[in-house]
């Protein structure tokens, strides 16, 4: 049975469509995994907008979340958990001493 030869685009797409299901795309430079813009507590996202000049030029742009990295007490074990400040203040977060 013959092998069929792929060209270089064939190949580009096999290596990063395998990166993508094991999960390599999320791991950056330092070793250290993305984490999405999200608030572990309440899911608090990022909201898109508009920014409006004063001339009334419309551009589309984001609004993220302000999420402080906390060392919190989940489970009964301290882990380092992203956080939307709102969650902070109101109690939501028990902080590990």
């Known amino acids: ?3 069929r030869k792929q ?3 064939q190949k580009k797409l096999v290596n990063l469509y395998s990166d993508v299901l094991c999960g390599k ?3 950056l430079s330092k ?7 999200q608030c572990e507590i ?3 996202k990022p909201m898109v907008g508009n920014n409006v ?3 009334h030029n ?3 742009r984001r609004f993220n979340p302000n999420l402080q990295t906390v060392r919190a ?3 009964g074990q301290a882990k380092r958990m992203l956080v939307c400040t709102n969650c902070i203040k109101s109690g939501n977060v028990v902080k590990a001493p």
């Not at 070793?31 to 813009?37: C, D, F, I, Q, V």
């Open 42 to 44: 309440c899911g608090k």
């Open 31 to 37: 070793g250290t995994l993305k984490m999405s813009k």
């Open 7 to 9: 060209n270089p685009l």
């Open 1 to 3: 049975m013959a092998v």
């Open 58 to 60: 419309i551009n589309k």
């Open 25 to 27: 795309d999320k791991i």
């Open 53 to 55: 000049s004063h001339a």
């Open 73 to 75: 007490l989940k489970n």
